[in-house]
């Protein structure tokens, strides 16, 4: 028998040395902030790990919480399959614990969990959903399971490989209904050809809270590639018709991922701030203006995007992309709607 092929990691390789060509100084390191989505992983033998992320947060910019969102880690083995993904629910959950024993820090760190369960298999929702709920009871926000898919394989960039239409599935959607109920919010994670999707199901579920990832995903690889104005003018046609659906909220980031398209990786230094921002403020601008401040929130994708440019300096570049907002929108956008998104607690920012 032979042995199993292991699937082409699609992530960007992390070269501390590279990153390490372009330093700069923190920005407003006042601004108070809540990460609204990273990861922690063993992901190809490399770890991700608390100690690993708060190297990252310890760049000097002001992160207050964090919230880790699932990526198939720490599945528990020999587990039936509906009841694996809650290891990496323990996983993070214990994580979370160290953070909030000051020992490690101020950073709360996984102070609200994004896990996974499948939500098709919808005999057991009900039962997982409990389970996550008594075993991190003050940090379990919600699900997310990925659903990007298109017909083109060259369009990927990801582990992930759902079926074509799981938000429209029936399938799914009876799991999904078990969601609302608890008040449990959805993270999705679809390209910008399946915003009409994301705009189905919001609509049926109005009592829902979903949270769509990485900017809904305007897709610049394969037959995407050199279309970036004609992609830009979809995407932001489709924005905004999932704008007028009020239980959706939208995470800014994840633009360091093969599948926006960028070549910030292949360049001999790692990208400054000023160059983010420039690549990235049409997309930022666009969804802020489409959503509102007080509906969208910024992220890491860290380890992800840490292929593709320092913390520090995307941090930088994301500040440097609102200055001209104000305080109270600046406060919505990098604390606020994720505090109030996910439940984490802490009081709101005041202008």
């Not at 919600?142 to 369009?155: F, L, T, V």
């Not at 029936?170 to 008040?183: N, W």
Request: charged share 20%.
């Amino acid at each position: 028998m032979s042995a199993p092929q292991q699937r082409h990691n699609p992530h960007i390789p992390i070269r501390p040395s590279w990153l390490d060509l372009t330093q700069e100084e923190v920005l407003d390191p006042g601004q108070a902030i809540i990460d609204a989505h990273h990861h922690l992983w063993l992901q190809h033998g490399e770890p991700y790990f608390l100690n690993d992320y708060l190297a990252d947060v310890n760049s000097g910019h002001h992160v207050i919480a964090s919230v880790a969102v699932e990526c198939k880690a720490m599945f528990k083995k020999n587990a039936a399959p509906h009841l694996a993904p809650l290891g990496e629910l323990e996983f993070l959950n214990g994580i979370a614990a160290m953070s909030a024993s000051g020992n490690f820090g101020d950073c709360w760190v996984a102070h609200g969990i994004v896990a996974r369960a499948d939500l098709t298999h919808h005999q057991s929702v009900a039962g997982v959903l409990e389970q996550y709920q008594s075993r991190a009871p003050e940090r379990f926000k919600g699900i997310r399971i990925s659903s990007i898919w298109h017909p083109d394989p060259s369009a990927s960039a990801s582990l992930a490989s759902p079926p074509q239409g799981l938000l429209m599935s029936s399938e799914f959607r009876r799991g999904f209904k078990e969601l609302g109920p608890r008040g449990l919010s959805f993270d999705a994670w679809v390209y910008h050809t399946q915003i009409d999707e994301v705009i189905d199901l919001a609509s049926t579920f109005k009592d829902t809270l979903i949270i769509v990832d990485h900017m809904a995903g305007p897709n610049g690889i394969g037959p995407f590639a050199g279309k970036r104005q004609e992609v830009f003018a979809d995407w932001q046609k489709s924005l905004k018709m999932l704008a007028a659906c009020d239980n959706v909220r939208l995470k800014l980031g994840g633009m360091g991922m093969k599948v926006f398209g960028f070549d910030f990786h292949e360049q001999p230094c790692a990208p400054t701030s000023d160059r983010l921002s420039e690549h990235w403020s049409p997309y930022i601008h666009a969804c802020i203006e489409t959503f509102g401040a007080e509906r969208c929130m910024f992220e890491s994708n860290f380890p992800v995007d840490k292929g593709s440019y320092s913390y520090g300096v995307m941090w930088n570049a994301f500040k440097k992309t609102v200055a001209h907002y104000s305080p109270r929108e600046k406060n919505s956008l990098f604390f606020n709607t994720a505090n109030e998104t996910y439940r984490l607690g802490f009081s709101r920012l005041t202008a």
